[in-house]
């Protein structure tokens, strides 16, 4: 008669302990965007699960990268644009007296400051820079007819989502919007972070892969700090 019992409460053990198990794992798996670690602490028959949320300081991103070519990128620094703009160079073209250079394209930089009024929200603004080099050069002497030169630079607000964060890991997504003033041409603009990754506590290091004229891929380093700590 006693065995029955015994082996009922010890079932009933075993399945609290299962079911505190698979809480620990729910937890750990859905709030990942708010929980570091989870603890456990026993005594008097029981377990205790206490959720540790770290303290969170850093509310400054500051952020330096440089960004691969681009369709986008191509709209400002493609030199036929240039040429057709050029009447004086236009005549040259077909007079046959001159040949273009390859076009060198030097990269897109861009700076970027944002806040983090959430764990998961930061907001604030963008400033790029891209240039290429080119130039038309006669075909006896081999000078310099005219340079064709091509720069950009970007000012727009910035909008950054992070969907996971971890202490020195967090993955998230960006869109930028503003205008871009080029070599000849201006336009209004949208720049996507499709997916992005920083790696490191205060001083970190990003990957990125995008798509407009800050480039297909990026990458950089940055600094995150909180202005009111002590």
Not at 137 to 152: C, F, I, K, S, Y
Not at 169 to 183: E, M
């Amino acid at each position: 008669m006693i065995t029955p019992i015994l082996l009922f409460i010890n079932s009933c053990f075993i399945m609290k302990r299962l079911q505190l198990l698979l809480f620990t794992l729910l937890l750990t798996g859905t709030v990942s965007a708010q929980k570091t670690s989870v603890q456990k602490e026993e005594g008097d028959g029981y377990v205790k699960i206490t959720k540790v949320v770290p303290r969170w300081n850093n509310k400054h991103d500051l952020r330096l990268g440089v960004g691969s070519y681009s369709l986008a990128a191509s709209l400002f620094f493609d030199g036929f644009g240039y040429e057709e703009m050029n009447h004086d160079l236009k005549q040259n073209i077909i007079s046959n007296t001159t040949r273009r250079t390859p076009e060198r394209f030097w990269g897109t930089y861009s700076f970027s400051y944002t806040y983090h009024p959430r764990r998961w929200f930061q907001f604030g603004g963008t400033v790029s820079y891209g240039f290429a080099t080119q130039s038309r050069r006669d075909l006896q002497t081999d000078e310099v007819v005219v340079n064709m030169n091509r720069h950009a630079v970007g000012v727009m607000p910035t909008f950054r989502f992070i969907y996971m964060y971890r202490e020195k890991v967090q993955l998230y997504s960006a869109i930028t919007g503003g205008l871009v003033f080029g070599t000849g041409i201006s336009l209004p603009w949208l720049d996507a972070t499709l997916i992005g990754c920083s790696f490191g506590k205060n001083i970190f290091g990003f990957a990125e892969i995008g798509a407009g004229v800050c480039g297909w891929g990026r990458v950089g380093i940055g600094y995150r700090f909180d202005a009111k700590k002590k």
